[in-house]
């Protein structure tokens, strides 16, 4: 059983950066296609990145593409998320996702998932 762990969190300025990291027990991460979503107060939970098993290829939501960038290390079984020029928007808990079946936003399709981790961005 695979296990998701994110950390690197917390509270930022808008226009600062924070880097967000996801690190597995119980299995290897460079089998799967990873993903960050996150969910903001009030709102569904929503794609952000995702990364393909390699670390070949990556995707992005809209709303983040150009300021967040989404890596892995498989030999460290982590996978990254940062994230420059945070908004206040980007205020949510976000969350570590693993094993898809290919670069897809839909949350359901992923097997694993983080406890999750606060993301702040004050205006």
């Known amino acids: 059983q695979v296990q998701l762990v994110e950390s690197g969190g917390g509270f930022v300025q808008a226009g600062g950066s924070l880097r967000l990291s996801c690190a597995a027990s119980g299995g290897t991460l460079s089998r799967y296609y990873m993903a960050w979503f996150r969910q903001g107060p009030g709102k569904e939970r929503e794609f952000v990145a995702t990364?393909?098993?390699?670390?070949?290829?990556?995707r992005y939501a809209d709303s983040v593409k150009g300021r967040f960038t989404i890596s892995r290390d498989n030999n460290e079984n982590t996978v990254d998320l940062q994230m420059n020029s945070l908004k206040p928007e980007d205020t949510a808990i976000y969350y570590c996702?693993?094993?898809?079946?290919?670069?897809?936003?839909?949350?359901?399709?992923?097997?694993?998932w983080g406890q999750g981790i606060q993301v702040t961005v004050s205006s």
């Open positions: 990364i393909s098993a390699s670390g070949e290829y990556s």
């Open positions: 996702a693993a094993d898809s079946p290919a670069l897809i936003a839909a949350a359901r399709l992923y097997k694993y």
